[in-house]
């Protein structure tokens, strides 16, 4: 039998952007495997959330753990360490555009401690293939098409084998059909076992794929369920 544990949580957590509270009480957790979107109107604090889980935002109360790591209470020199354990995506893809997909992958690799270059080489190999991309892993980044970007961030933010991957609106930059190839990208890093949480404005994927879903609004992250959201949406 599989055995479940907390990848992800917040326990009564206040956040702030530049002293303007925009969440008091943040309750969440995200079990090892879990698929969960973060849903919200614009402004209405996703990012905020997923910075704070990456370490990126000063947090005013309560308690974060992820990946093991008490993320409020880590040492600047520690924040490499939690980030070895999770993987971030975000909406502008975010590659050295003078560097080669591989390049792009290898000096990740080599700043988290990769050595051995056989070694690396086999990984990357293997993570261009899982996204779909082997073929293009000598490509520079204006080579490439946004959805193909998009994967070769997803590919660097899988090198080390996180437990769970952030996603801020990865979609967002791409048309509806590569959304929803990008979406069955991380559909399979799922199925593969890596959690995912990702902020998205795409509802439509909660019907393509159907999982949890945490709704910000009004300072405040509820368990919702989707059926309330798919219903909005044909309403
Ligand atoms: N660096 C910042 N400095 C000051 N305020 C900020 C900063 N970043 C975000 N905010 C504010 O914090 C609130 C939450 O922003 P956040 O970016 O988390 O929302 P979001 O739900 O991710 O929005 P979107 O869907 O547009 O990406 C907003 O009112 C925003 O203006």
Redesign the pocket.
Known sequence: MTKYFSVASMQDVLLA??S?T?FEKVNLEVASGEFVYLI??????????LKALYADLPVEDGKIIVAGYRVNHLEHAEIPFLRRKIGIVFQDFQLFTDRSVFENLAFVMRATGWIDKVAIQHRIDKILKQVGIDDLMYKMPHQLSGGEQQRVAIARALLNDPLIVLAD?PTGNLDPTIANDILNVFVEINKAGTAVLM?T?HHNFLKKHPARVFY?ENGQVKDIDRNLVIQKMTD
């Open positions: 952007q530049e303007r925009i919200g109107k614009t402004g209405s604090g996703k990012s905020t959330i609106e902020a404005h910000c």
